[in-house]
């Protein structure tokens, strides 16, 4: 599955699952971002290794399912993933997301999620499960203007999220 889309300032983006040799690029991808986003992605100071990108790049089917952004072969500006989360029921999975700071407010964001809210609803997820800063009102925003139903819940400066797909 790919598709091509055009961000509000008219680039054009390819939205692919993501491969193993992929991992350096998204490696390169971080690299660019500011500390800011990767706190607002992890919720900590955090930059994962080369390593655990080439983990997330190769996730199977039964393990979840990751689409990277690029700009053109050699660029990757962003990437979707999400993870089933087994323990809880076979249908939520835990959604992840992270657009590079030059890419952000463009839409990207969107187009990725779409993507990722597509692909789950093949595979039988009924929720994301997903946990952010509550101050993170960039992507409320995002979550909100999707149009799928939520709950949310705030406790310790955590939002706790499910999203009916």
Known sequence: MMHIVALHNGVPITIRPARYDDAVLVNAMYQRTSRSSLYQRYIRSYQPTLAEIREMCSLTPDEGVVFVASLNSSTIVGYGYYVFEHELTPS???????????????GL?????QAMYEQALVQKVDFFHATIDAMNERMMHLIRKSGRPFKSQVSYGMRELFIQL
Do not use: F, I, N, R
Not at 109 to 113: K, N, P
């Open 92 to 106: 939520t999975a835990e959604p992840a997301l992270l657009v590079t700071d030059q890419y952000q407010g463009l």
């Open 109 to 113: 964001g969107s187009h990725l999620l």
